[in-house]
């Protein structure tokens, strides 16, 4: 039987790691399956100093019971690979605990709810296409565990279209998003739904739309960078047993995308992307490209100003 922790009840590490070792607390329903129990129990085992460290960081977390509440498989992270390829179990840690203190350290609002995994029932922004169209994103515990903490999800025709996978990880020591993964629709979906979303948003790909939110989001929080990884520092490329395991769910197009977005490559393979878009002045555009430019303009904006009220 699961348990769970009251909001109020301050746990040492010793207590956390006793809890799941007995599986008398299971945040997650993966806990539930025998092979994922073993294989954690296997692997802390393995790396004992490493996992006692990571436990004790995350029972300083203040919001620890609702961490596990919305991010049930976070005990369990720093022993795969995770969101940047080639990183050790030790730095695997230190990203998910910088994300969560972060986190903590945010202005309480409803951005911040957003951010802590709290509000996945509701859009975190929406509005109506060129043709009345409903569009949404919504911003959910990471759907890709492997790839971050958040997952920013674009609808369009009540379908899920495309995601991104991202933490706020420190990198280099500075307050940052890091982007892990980026997803297309699905193979059960119309193969135009893609133009036809991008229609919708005034010429606007719906990928580019979940970038200029990240910004919005990095801008709100006071985040000094975004980097993101590209096609050789995904976790699908970098780890040969998820080279050979998840050969058809790599899309090695991240590069381009990111250099199309002024993003700069890293020694380590990483892209360190803008922290906004530059905008064409109007009156530098064709005459008859006016009208969709203010339009696309004016839907960035309305953008902005629903992060603006929830950031308050």
Not at 54 to 64: C, E, I, P, Q, V
Not at 156 to 173: K, M
Not at 216 to 245: N, P
Request: hydrophobic share 40%.
């Amino acid at each position: 039987m699961s348990t769970s922790i009251s909001s109020n009840e301050s746990l040492t590490h010793k207590q956390l790691l006793v809890d799941l070792l007995k599986r008398k607390y299971k945040p997650h329903r993966a806990w539930k399956r025998g092979r994922f129990y073993n294989k954690f129990i296997f692997r802390s085992a393995c790396a004992p100093l490493v996992s006692y460290r990571y436990f004790s960081a995350l029972t300083r977390l203040k919001n620890l019971p609702l961490i596990l509440d919305t991010h049930g498989i976070v005990p369990a992270k720093i022993h795969r690979p995770y969101l940047i390829g080639g990183l050790k179990a030790s730095q695997r840690a230190e990203k998910i605990v910088s994300h969560y203190q972060r986190i903590e350290q945010l202005h309480p609002s409803e951005l911040s709810a957003f951010l802590s995994g709290q509000r996945r029932e509701i859009p975190l922004l929406s509005w109506l296409g060129k043709n009345d169209e409903p569009i949404t994103i919504y911003c959910v515990p990471a759907i890709f565990d492997r790839e971050g903490e958040l997952t920013l999800i674009f609808h369009f025709r009540n379908e899920a279209i495309t995601s991104l996978s991202f933490s706020l990880a420190d990198y280099q020591d500075k307050p940052s998003i890091i982007i892990a993964g980026l997803q297309g629709p699905g193979r059960h979906l119309d193969q135009n739904i893609i133009r036809d979303a991008t229609k919708a948003c005034e010429g606007i790909f719906p990928k580019r739309l979940l970038i200029e939110t990240l910004m919005l989001i990095a801008k709100a929080c006071h985040l000094t960078q975004i980097c993101a990884v590209g096609d050789e520092s995904h976790i699908f490329v970098k780890e040969l047993r998820y080279r050979l395991s998840k050969r058809e769910l790599i899309h090695a197009r991240y590069n381009e995308f990111w250099t199309t977005l002024g993003g700069e490559e890293q020694a380590n393979k990483l892209f360190l992307l803008p922290l906004t878009q530059p905008r064409k002045n109007i009156e530098d555009i064709a005459s008859k490209k006016r009208a969709e430019y203010r339009r696309r303009y004016q839907l960035l904006d309305d953008l902005q100003q629903q992060i603006d009220q929830k950031a308050i």
